[in-house]
T-cell receptor, first 117, second 111 residues
């Protein structure tokens, strides 16, 4: 099946720094990508929908200035956690749709575990 | 508030038994439903999707959908220890767009 790659797979940073996570669709073009966060033993929470060439659509309660999303090409979306704090520590997962949103197939990245000290 | 509810478990079944995982959803506009399996520390992987009322079978897995009762289930026949994982139920208005995930049910299959 199609492959979605995330980088880095894990990162540790100091409080107050910014961290960028990349999500790449390796063998298909994805006009739509999604970013989720997952706390231990909890489900995936959709943070935002990333659309190539336009602004991301954020879910209610997600600070767009805190979590910057850039979908600059059909194969790359980035999530930047700005001024990270310990409560931002989480597992961040991206997904991308191969094909049309309603009829395509969704593939997940491997996830990126962020630990903020 | 659109919600997808699952029993967190753990659901413990012996090897070879049938595991039954259940899910309810609140949004009557949901049309597509998905079951994902997630191993600890890994990203989810799709097991099955179902759009129509009734049963859908794929190998050892059977998904069941009852839109009137807003209920989705996943049956795993001949459960194997390798099936031990967290199973996430997800629903959406159409296709994979903006899926709402349940918290997941942890399944433990013991030899």
């Amino acid at each position: 099946g199609a492959v979605v790659s995330q980088h880095p797979s894990w990162v540790i940073c100091k409080s107050g720094t910014s961290v960028k996570i990349e999500c790449r669709s390796l063998d298909f073009q994805a006009t739509t990508m999604f970013w989720y966060r997952q706390f231990p033993k909890q489900s995936l929470m959709l943070m935002a929908t990333s659309n190539e060439g336009s602004k991301a659509t954020y879910e209610q309660g997600v600070e767009k200035d805190k979590f910057l999303i850039n979908h600059a090409s059909l194969t790359l979306s980035t999530l930047t956690v700005t001024s990270a704090h310990p409560e931002d520590s989480s597992f961040y997962i991206c997904s991308a749709i191969q094909g049309a949103p309603a009829t395509g197939e969704l593939f997940f990245g491997e996830g990126s575990r962020l630990t903020v000290l | 508030q659109k919600e997808v509810e699952q029993n967190s478990g753990p659901l413990s079944v012996p090897e070879g038994a049938i595991a039954s995982l259940n899910c309810t959803y609140s949004d009557r506009g949901s049309q597509s439903f998905f079951w994902y399996r997630q191993y600890s520390g890994k990203s989810p992987e799709l097991i099955m999707f179902i759009y129509s009322n009734g049963d859908k079978e794929d190998g050892r897995f059977t998904a069941q959908l009852n839109k009137a009762s807003q209920y989705v289930s996943l049956l795993i026949r001949d459960s194997q220890p390798s099936d031990s994982a967290t199973y996430l139920c997800a629903g959406g208005a159409g296709g994979y767009n903006k899926l709402i995930f349940g918290a997941g049910t942890r399944l433990a299959v013991h030899p």
